[in-house]
């Protein structure tokens, strides 16, 4: 699995960039605050680029898409996973809001700002809305920066388990322990 590009950029479009790397050209689609990075970069003439990358292999193709920074990779990967939000949508949402603006968005349940996004109605702001409900509240604004975030990491693993975000938020702020294994076993326990 690719995780990330380092390389020259050979072209750059508002949502598409190709990057160079080691003579051969790699096709990634990217938002447009990505591509707003990317440029800023080519006009001081760094030779080389870095991006985040999620690789999406299906039937009929194999897709990258690429992002200035890892809180954008991230923010990506969690909305994909939302049914019913697939990559054009969360490039959109992410070409129309910086991710820590987006984050904002869904702490304040603001569904008009979300409805602002091309492709996104009253009914999927409400859903995306009720699947991110605390996603972004340890993201945004945590508390130690210099230490990994145990109560994140915890949330993502349970989230990979295949309980539901809005579940694991509720059980998670009635946890006091942060050791990541702890809090893991002790929302175990209140999930099953």
């Given at each position: 699995m690719i995780t990330g590009?380092?390389?020259?950029?050979?072209?750059?479009?508002?949502?598409?960039?190709?990057?160079?790397?080691?003579?051969?050209?790699?096709?990634?689609?990217?938002?447009?605050?990505?591509?707003?990075?990317?440029?800023?970069?080519?006009?001081?003439?760094?030779?080389?680029?870095k991006l985040f990358i999620t690789q999406i292999i299906r039937e009929d193709a194999h897709l990258l898409f690429g992002f200035a920074q890892e809180i954008e990779k991230i923010t990506f990967e969690r909305l994909i996973k939302i049914n019913g939000v697939g990559p054009k949508v969360a490039l959109?949402?992410?070409s129309t809001y910086t991710p820590?603006?987006?984050g904002l968005i869904i702490?304040?349940?603001?569904?008009?700002?979300?409805?602002?996004?091309?492709?996104?109605?009253?009914?999927?702001?409400?859903?995306?809305?009720?699947?991110?409900?605390?996603?972004?509240?340890?993201?945004?604004?945590?508390?130690?920066?210099?230490?990994?975030?145990?109560?994140?990491?915890?949330?993502?693993?349970?989230?990979?388990l295949g309980f539901k975000s809005t579940e694991i938020s509720k059980v998670l702020k009635s946890i006091p322990h942060t050791n990541t294994q702890e809090i893991i076993k002790e929302a175990l326990k209140q999930l099953r």
């Open positions: 590009m380092i390389g020259n950029l050979y072209r750059l479009e508002p949502t598409f960039a190709e990057l160079e790397i080691g003579g051969i050209i790699y096709g990634i689609h990217i938002s447009t605050n990505t591509s707003y990075a990317l440029n800023e970069k080519k006009e001081q003439k760094e030779q080389k680029v959109a949402i992410l820590k603006t987006f702490q304040d349940k603001d569904i008009k700002a979300l409805q602002r996004v091309p492709g996104i109605g009253a009914k999927g702001a409400g859903k995306i809305m009720v699947d991110l409900a605390g996603f972004f509240s340890e993201l945004i604004t945590p508390k130690e920066p210099q230490k990994p975030d145990e109560r994140n990491e915890a949330f993502m693993a349970l989230e990979s």
